[in-house]
């Protein structure tokens, strides 16, 4: 941590959690997203392969039917493309709840199940206005004002309140935007999710935007 006036000048290094040892069978999903594309719904999931092999994968989103489809994985990192029929997918609105829709993604090789996730998304776009004013918006809604996000330093337990509930608070408080300062530690997927559901956009900073690269 760079230090700051709300902070001290602190050199983490190691690991910070305890480590979790997942068993591989040699393909593992890392990620996956939706995308309207040339109007086709278009889900591109992350998968990371100790080989060239190929994979059935099996994709589900919200209600529609499971599509299953052969790819070719090479050794490592490959984002493979599955092409689902049209479903109702809901709208993110700033400030606001927000009901996700499950996506749910499967590996396969000769029939054994090699890893599965699932995941929970919705649309939305984001555009600036070029009037004269750095005005951000989603899907209509600007982007007024927001808080800045600063993680604990130590251990969840310096604060009594919950990071939902200093959330849910800046949602009450009208605020639609919050920004994760580049000096502490990243924002995970369960301050991500929390976000989504609040109808909150996220302003990431770069990594040691605020801090001390590392040499």
């Known amino acids: ?10 050199f983490p290094f190691g690991m910070r959690n305890q480590p979790d040892l997942h068993p591989s069978r040699g393909s593992m999903i890392r990620g996956a997203y939706i995308a ?6 278009v889900v591109r999931v992350f998968v990371e392969s100790d080989s060239d092999t190929t994979l059935d994968l099996h ?19 490959n984002i493979l493309t599955c092409e689902i029929p049209d479903s109702p997918v809901p709208a993110w609105i700033a400030g606001a709840q927000n009901t996700l829709a499950p996506l749910d993604a ?39 004002w927001g808080a800045n996000y600063v993680e604990p330093f130590f251990t969840e337990a310096e604060t009594s309140v919950s990071r939902r509930d200093m ?15 580049g000096g502490g530690r990243y924002a995970d997927e369960e301050f991500l999710s929390y976000c989504d559901e609040l109808g909150i956009a ?11 690269c590392p040499v």
């Open 59 to 77: 994709v589900t989103f919200g209600d529609a039917r499971t599509v299953s489809q052969s790819c070719l994985a090479r050794r490592g990192l």
């Open 167 to 181: 959330l849910e608070a800046l949602s009450l408080a009208g605020g639609n935007l919050v920004r994760v300062w």
């Open 1 to 10: 941590f760079f230090g700051w006036d709300w902070a001290p000048p602190v």
């Open 202 to 212: 996220v302003w990431q900073d770069m990594p040691f935007a605020c801090g001390c």
């Open 36 to 41: 309207e594309t040339d109007g086709r719904m």
């Open 106 to 144: 499967a590996l396969y090789r000769d029939g054994i199940e090699l890893d599965t996730r699932g995941f929970r998304t919705s649309f939305r776009k984001v555009s600036l206005s070029s009037h004269g004013r750095f005005l951000l918006s989603s899907n209509g809604v600007v982007l007024r």
